[in-house]
């Protein structure tokens, strides 16, 4: 299975941004998937996930209300919508695929990673 991400790059705070994964090797439909980001030393921490089915969703804390992640199963493809970026949102972002999930998995129970994108917000 492969997971590729894509869209990120250098925005200015308050700009939005579209982040996609494309994923490869096995049924998309069977997979939750989430959205994860590290930044510089720091531990990779959990952004967003949704459900295999896309009827549950589920956010951290710090960007509920200014992310929104969801998911085209024809194009295998989940999203991850932007808005309102700040500094502290610059990392590399990661998306990642557990099979049959609903959207709550921990991060040591996804199965497969993307490389990841680097997403850079000045102020």
């Known amino acids: 299975v492969q997971l590729v991400e894509s869209g990120g790059g250098l925005v200015q705070a308050g700009d939005s941004l579209r982040l996609s994964c494309v994923v490869s090797?096995?049924?998309?439909?069977?997979?939750?998937m989430g959205w994860f980001r590290q930044a510089p030393g720091k531990e990779r921490e959990f952004v967003a996930a949704?459900?295999?089915?896309?009827?549950?969703?589920n956010y951290a804390d710090s960007v509920k209300g200014r992310f929104t992640i969801s998911r085209d199963n024809a194009k295998n493809t989940v999203y991850l919508q932007m808005n309102s970026l700040r500094p502290d949102d610059t990392a590399v972002y990661y998306c990642?695929?557990?099979?049959w999930g609903l959207g709550n998995s921990p991060i040591g129970e996804y199965n497969y990673w993307g490389q990841g994108t680097q997403v850079t917000v000045s102020s």
């Open positions: 949704i459900s295999w089915s896309g009827g549950s969703t």
């Open positions: 990642a695929a557990v099979y």
């Open positions: 090797g096995d049924t998309f439909s069977r997979f939750a």
